[in-house]
């Protein structure tokens, strides 16, 4: 028997491939050609000319894996594409269209004709019409099963044990239709009516059809009544709302119906010899064109792992290895895409072309920078309709709260440095915030300043409970408005409550002090970590008292300081923040149970602030939008809280989430708390601070240009880099005012040359 590139003469020879989709039949094709002595067999319970849904997206980057892989299946995809560069976005009557995207399209059933002949004439043995036999029986009668039987994949869930599935439901319907013409573009397109908003998405996928996807929430599909619709009825009301898009035009069905999507997450994607692909093993959502690309690379990368590894335990392993970081990522992008256009009825309000750069933006995939380069006209019309003053980017663009003009868009987060002594902030502090100040930063926020020193959350804690402290930060706030003028430097104001009294967190985060130990007060007796912190006493009426005068008499302090704004801080399990939470407040009193009870007492504590906190300066509040865990504070809560706050004079509502309860479940990755910002800012029309792995000015300006932000907190970056902010600028080409280097610092404002690069280009190649 001939040696395959495992290593081993045994195989993986006999191979079974169970569906017949694309992922199935290019893994089948891969292999067979790459082992012509294999035996592959896949399994298709469908006609081989029955398939669902009509075009399919491709990306250059696959296809030029393809091109690589197999030039055969390359040169047939190459004669049937449809290509195309514009997106068109049509909004209340208005279109938008940006250039420069390249897609590349074909009929799904082309696609599956083109790799049955291939898979044909190379020997694979297609089987239609027949139930594959189980996963686990082909295990026992072949090398390697390869499962790519979709989103609702039999063989995951026989050994759901092993393979840890995940899946979850989403809120929108959608349906995929088709339509006898080709558009001019991708197309996206809105309708407002009576049940609700309702979205188009369509794209040309042959020189005389389209694509035509339907979606809308749930509650608007059930209010429009396509609950009970025949589907025949479904898709002429669907032709005729959307009449303009298609020219009067029919729609016409596949066996189509009306569909929710779901998110497949598995924790392993093999099970001894059987492996996953596809939407068997990860679906992302379609609004990002991502299912048969995935399981196309797949399917490549399977079959490279299979040559290259010495055996199959390690060709499934190194595939996952390869694969996981990739759809991670492309799941992030899906996510940010699906709840965008779930949440898509508080964008509607959007200027029209802002609307298009935010739908355009939305996966952050595409960003201000990419889109500029792809579409320089459509971007400068989204900066000018934004206020970016000429050659001013987004960032730069000054903004104003009350009285306190700030130069731009950019904050230095509160950062915790737990180095202070009995709460005075040292040389350490000046250097730090001053070195930010200088770094070009609009807003320079302090570490959370506690208002008690039974209120800090560390021995290195700040405060603002003394005048000796105050002397010192008064201090630090004169070298930021006389080293950095147009620098503004806030305070955030808190108290630890629950969470107080720990350690420095590098010598354990969260953990009790060894000694010296100071009694903690909280909403409800509750402990950060059960059996490890100490039990916090529920405040009392006179308990309550005392904490609002100590944030009082910090303001006051802070006020006589200089600080330009305050913060209250109302997050991260914080004393105010376990009042807001659910799962932190337990109270049964009038400051516990219905959101507004909850709201109660930080309310009093930022009423009575900024009665006295002068009323020219602004006033922010850091909330946590959501505890990352179940039966925590809801979206919908967070939105809640910052209209009370609003309400009572909050000048912007600063967006953080979790950090409440100790096992929480982030969903992290880049930008990932910006959807809740987001919410807030385009629910409430309120200025909203974005927080939360933003770490490039690209981020930054692509956040502001959509309306999804008015100011970005970077923490994380300042540390790595305190100019960041003017790197910012001379990176972008930008040497307006809203980032002006200090003049002892302007020699600086270049990049340093880096070495020898006027060396002669060599002229002749002599043989």
Not at 200 to 228: K, Q
Not at 579 to 597: H, I, V
């Amino acid at each position: 028997m001939t040696t395959t590139g495992t290593g081993d003469p045994a195989g993986p020879h006999r191979i079974a491939v169970i569906g017949g989709g694309p992922g199935g039949l290019y893994a089948a094709a891969l292999l067979k050609r790459l082992g012509p002595e294999r035996e592959i067999t896949l399994w298709e319970r469908n006609a081989p000319d029955d398939t669902f849904g009509f075009g399919v997206v491709l990306s250059d980057e696959t296809l030029g894996g393809i091109e690589h892989a197999d030039p055969t299946v390359h040169r047939a995809l190459q004669k049937e594409f449809v290509r195309w560069d514009d997106i068109d976005i049509v909004h209340r009557g208005h279109t938008q269209t940006s250039g420069g995207h390249g897609f590349a399209a074909l009929g799904r059933r082309r696609l599956l004709e083109i790799l049955h002949e291939r898979c044909a004439s190379l020997g694979v043995r297609l089987r239609f019409r027949t139930e594959a036999p189980p996963a686990a029986e082909l295990a026992a009668s072949h090398d390697l099963v390869i499962a790519a039987d979709g989103v609702h994949s039999a063989t995951r869930e026989a050994h759901a044990d092993s393979f840890g599935p995940r899946v979850s439901d989403h809120r929108c319907r959608y349906i995929w239709l088709a339509a006898d013409f080709a558009l001019d573009a991708f197309r996206f397109e809105t309708a407002e009516t009576a049940y609700g908003v309702m979205q188009l998405h369509g794209y040309p996928f042959s020189p005389d059809a389209s694509t035509v996807i339907v979606e809308m929430r749930e509650e608007v599909w059930r209010a429009a009544g396509f609950d009970t619709c025949e589907p025949a009825e479904s898709i002429r009301h669907c032709a005729t709302i959307f009449e303009a898009a298609l020219g009067g035009r029919p729609l016409r069905s596949n066996n189509s119906s009306w569909l929710t999507f779901s998110t497949v997450v598995n924790a392993h994607w093999s099970h001894r010899n059987t492996v996953l692909i596809g939407d068997a093993a990860h679906t992302a959502h379609f609004s990002i064109g991502s299912g048969t690309k995935l399981a196309v690379e797949d399917a490549l990368a399977l079959a490279a792992c299979v040559e290259e590894q010495p055996g199959l335990p390690e060709a499934l392993a190194a595939y996952e290895s390869e694969r996981r970081p990739v759809v991670e990522s492309t799941q992030r992008a899906a996510a940010a895409s699906l709840r965008w256009f779930e949440d898509l009825g508080t964008y509607v309000d959007q200027p029209p072309r802002q609307f298009a750069f935010n739908l355009l933006t939305r996966s952050r995939r595409v960003t201000h920078d990419n889109l500029r380069l792809r579409d320089s006209s459509f971007t400068a019309a989204v900066e000018e309709e934004f206020g970016c003053p000429p050659g001013t980017p987004p960032m730069f663009t000054p903004l104003r709260l009350r009285g306190l003009e700030l130069r731009n868009r950019v904050v230095v987060s509160p950062m915790d440095m737990y180095s202070a002594t009995d709460g005075v902030p040292g040389d350490f502090h000046l250097v730090h915030l001053g070195a930010r100040a200088l770094g070009g930063a609009g807003l320079v926020m302090t570490e959370m300043v506690c208002v008690s020193p039974e209120g800090r959350i560390t021995p290195g804690c700040t405060g603002l409970y003394n005048e000796h402290q105050a002397a010192a930060w008064s201090r630090i706030t004169d070298f930021v408005h006389t080293g950095s003028p147009g620098t503004a430097i806030g305070v955030q104001l808190g108290h630890s409550g629950r969470k107080g009294s720990t350690k420095l967190m590098w010598d354990g985060i969260d953990q009790p002090l060894d000694d010296g130990n100071w009694p903690l007060t909280a909403a409800s007796p509750i402990p950060y970590a059960q059996g490890v912190s100490q039990i916090p006493h529920a405040l009392d009426r006179a308990g309550l008292d005392a904490v609002r005068g100590q944030f009082a008499d910090a303001a006051r302090r802070a006020d006589a300081c200089g600080f330009d704004l305050l913060e209250l801080h109302c997050a991260h399990g914080y004393l105010l923040s376990g009042f807001l939470s659910p799962l932190t407040n337990q109270r049964t009193d009038a400051y516990g149970g219905t959101l507004e009870n909850r709201l109660r007492f930080p309310l009093e504590v930022f009423d009575t602030i900024r009665e006295l906190w002068p009323d020219d300066r602004p006033m922010t509040v850091r909330i946590s939008a959501t505890d990352w865990a179940e039966g925590g504070t809801t979206a919908e809560d967070a939105v809640g809280m910052a209209r009370a706050f609003v309400a009572h004079g909050a000048d912007a509502i600063d967006v953080s989430t979790g950090q409440v309860v100790p096992g929480e479940r982030p969903e992290f990755g880049r930008s990932y708390q910006t959807p809740y910002a987001d919410r807030i800012r385009n629910t409430l029309c309120v200025p909203v601070i974005a927080v939360g792995a933003i770490s490039s000015w690209d981020d930054v300006n692509s956040l502001l240009l959509a309306g999804r932000a008015d100011l970005c907190a970077l923490a994380r970056p300042h540390l790595y880099d305190p100019h960041w902010t003017l790197h910012a600028a001379a990176e972008q080409g930008y040497p307006g005012p809203g980032a002006p280097w200090p003049l002892p610092y302007r020699a600086g404002s270049r990049t340093p040359p880096a070495g020898r690069t006027d060396a002669p280009k060599p002229r002749l190649t002599l043989g």
